[in-house]
């Protein structure tokens, strides 16, 4: 769209006032309608004024198709002599699933000077998924004798080498009609479908966006392939995108709506690989035995009798409890403190009220400033505590999404759950398992085992 073009008030236009008539012209018209979400909501409300002229059935058929309503499209489109309407009808049939129908409305105008060529380029797509590759031949010829363009010849051809099981020739004559004229919208799709199946993922998603940045209405099917490939590479935000925009033109589309469904659950336990392998290194750190490090007799008989055996264990206590146990003094709580700074850690890093996830971000094993002051420990909560859901311990995303695979809703499924059961979980590992426990020590309780 020009400059011009994007100045213009929207909705100040009337978009029934003129209409194209044959198809390069409906072309250039729904591209305008879909250029901005802001034309597409002003034809939507300029034709909510108009639905009471229910003879006025050329502008509210081409209209109402237009901005994406389909159904109601069709009966109006229906009642149309032109050829255009008869067109668009059968391309209405088409996305409502009733393809016998729609071969008979493209019949009635392959021989149209308007829309012809259009008419026979949509039959032979349908033909072509359904292998009728002699009707296809046919309708090739037809092109020619009709003056299609280059481009268009070499999209037919590939639907006849593609529905002959050609798949090398249906590409590289999807390549010709593109090098013939880029925008090309049919062959660009099917060459996208043909590379999605074939495993070149990169550029069937560079030719499916050429298609949803193109302004032609694009059909659901593309965006459900669009988003289905962003999954394969786990870019689960924009494969939503693509799944949305599917249900918003089909509600009723129950694929999209799975697909949707699964593409959160994945986002929830999306993890990127550096801060897996960080977070692995750190699981190693808080597994090293306190048993390791130079400690003086009474400091490891203490930490024995604290049941405290690894740097893990250590770091979820703070002075104030190593100091209230029998015989543990300032001499021994030194040394504690100078193992732990050895490997970037401090008494209070798990203390309650903090959480793994917390620790992570801030950089555990990295160099921080003290806290003033201790963490006071957080009393146990009244009222029945195993019956609170999971989502109140306000845990990090990688324990909450073992969780919801292992099917732990409350905090007393937790707690009836073993060390070696969260620990067979995937992604589960040692820094989630001392979250939880912290956690559950919170309020009073313990895993099973």
């Known amino acids: 769209m020009t400059d011009t073009a994007e100045v213009t008030k929207p909705e100040s236009r009337n978009w029934l006032a003129s209409l194209p008539a044959d198809w390069n012209a409906w072309r250039a018209f729904e591209a305008e309608v879909n250029a ?3 034309a597409r909501e002003s034809l939507r409300d300029h034709l909510a004024n108009k639905l009471d002229e229910k003879k006025d059935h050329r502008p509210l058929g081409l209209g109402l198709i237009a901005a994406g309503e ?25 996305l409502l699933g009733r393809d016998n129908e729609a071969l008979e409305a493209w019949n009635a105008v392959v021989k149209s000077p308007a829309v012809g060529v ?29 003056g299609a363009s280059p481009a268009d010849v070499a999209y037919a051809e590939g639907l006849l080498a593609d529905a002959a099981g050609d798949h090398e020739g249906a590409i590289a004559s999807w390549r010709l009609a593109l090098q013939h004229d880029a925008g090309q919208s049919d062959a660009r799709l099917r060459l996208a ?37 962003y999954a394969d590479h786990e870019e689960y935000d924009t494969a939503a995108r693509c799944f949305r925009a599917a249900l918003a033109a089909d509600p009723q589309n129950r694929r999209a709506r799975r697909y949707l469904a699964d593409c959160e659950a994945s986002r929830r336990q999306f993890y990127d690989e550096t801060r897996e392998r960080k977070a692995d290194m750190q699981n190693a750190v808080l597994r090293i035995p306190v048993t390791d490090f130079e400690l003086s007799v009474r400091a490891r008989n203490c930490l024995q009798r604290m049941n ?6 250590l770091i979820c206590k703070t002075e ?13 709580l030194q040394e504690v403190k100078d193992i732990l700074a050895l490997k970037g850690l401090r008494l209070g890093m798990m203390a309650p009220g903090k959480s793994v996830g917390q620790v992570m971000d801030d950089g555990l094993g990295e160099e921080e400033e003290e806290l003033e002051g201790e963490v006071a420990p957080v009393a146990p ?15 990090s995303v990688r324990s909450r999404a073992a969780l919801a695979t292992l099917g732990i809703a409350t905090v007393g ?13 995937k992604n589960f590992g040692q820094t989630s398992l001392i979250e939880i426990k912290t956690k559950l020590e919170d309020l009073g309780l313990s895993l099973a085992g």
Not at 198 to 212: C, P, S
Not at 320 to 332: H, P
Not at 414 to 421: F, G, P
């Open 308 to 313: 405290i055996h690894t740097l893990g264990d």
């Open 36 to 38: 901005t979400r802001a």
């Open 193 to 229: 479908y043909r590379l999605d199946l074939e495993g070149d993922d990169e550029e069937a998603m560079a030719l499916y966006r050429a298609a949803l940045d193109s302004g032609a209405t694009v059909h659901v099917g593309t965006l459900m392939n669009l988003g289905v490939l």
């Open 320 to 332: 104030t409890d190593l100091l209230s146990f029998k015989n543990f003094g300032e001499t021994s």
């Open 413 to 425: 499924e937790l707690a009836a759950t073993t060390e070696d059961t969260l620990l067979a979980c």
């Open 118 to 146: 259009r008419a026979r380029l949509q039959r032979m797509a349908l033909l072509s998924r359904r292998g009728a590759s002699e009707d296809l031949q046919k309708d090739i010829a037809g092109l020619r004798d009709a």
């Open 381 to 395: 909560r009244s009222g029945d505590v195993k019956s609170k859901p999971i989502s109140e311990l306000d845990l």
């Open 70 to 94: 389909t159904a109601q499209a069709l009966p109006h489109l229906q009642q149309c002599d032109d050829d255009l309407c008869k067109l668009l009808a059968g391309n209405a049939l088409q």
